[in-house]
């Protein structure tokens, strides 16, 4: 497991990349950040865990903290994990995630990155 972030921020940036997206890593306040055109992307991301629900946990927390307050309504936010974190990921409530406009998108072994609703995880 040691690692595994590494493996989910480099597929999740892959996968921008291919969408267009000019992505950055380790800015000081996220692990990743994006930009296409006038739209921005910051994302928190966690690897496999031994505890992936505490850690996803944790995860939102630094995300949250971490939001430009200068962003908030113009920005899109997102939580990166493993895909056996999704359920922990789709926790917080789909209302929630919807007023700070936080996505979740998950990363299969494979490197397979997909953005997920409550409807599909």
């Known amino acids: 497991m040691r690692g595994d972030e590494k ?10 990349q291919g969408e267009g997206w000019v992505v950055h890593t380790e800015v000081a306040f996220a692990d990743v950040y994006a930009e296409r055109g006038d739209h921005r992307l910051y994302a928190e991301a966690k690897g496999r865990t031994a505890a992936p629900g505490l850690d996803v ?17 113009r920005a899109r936010f997102a939580v990166v994990v493993p895909a056996n974190a999704a359920g922990a990921a789709l926790r917080v409530p789909s209302r929630v995630r919807e007023l700070l406009q936080v996505d979740v998108y998950t990363v299969a072994n494979d490197g397979t990155v997909r953005q997920i609703t409550d409807e599909e995880p």
């Open 57 to 73: 946990d944790t995860l939102y927390g630094q995300l949250l903290r971490r939001m430009p307050p200068d962003e908030l309504g």
């Open 7 to 16: 493996r989910v921020v480099e597929a999740f940036c892959a996968y921008l």
